[in-house]
């Protein structure tokens, strides 16, 4: 979603706060010259967002990536417990034709 598009807002999320939660919320949103609901979604949703990033992205040390480069441009060769795998891996593709 751009911008300039505003999704429709058909949803709704109950919660339950404490009153010193909710009048921290309402003040906050009061200072940033929004309503309580849209200063409450959008905080939420940027929090969300970084929550989600955090755990699909991968993240390597230097070492860590130069290592992994490494054995993508120079690859081990497979072992006999691989090379069995493959040859069961065929004959199970050879079997469902």
Known sequence: MSAGT???????????LSHDEKRLLEEAAAF???TTS????QTVTERAREVVQ?????????AESHAF?????????PNEA??????????????SR
């Open 69 to 77: 480069v490494e054995r993508l441009l120079a690859p081990e060769e």
């Open 38 to 41: 849209a200063f409450v979604v």
């Open 54 to 62: 955090r755990h699909r992205a991968l993240e390597l040390s230097t």
């Open 82 to 95: 691989l090379r069995n795998a493959v040859k069961r891996y065929g004959a199970r593709l050879d079997t």
């Open 6 to 16: 505003a999704a429709r807002k058909d949803t709704r999320l109950d919660l339950r």
């Open 32 to 34: 940033a010259g929004t």
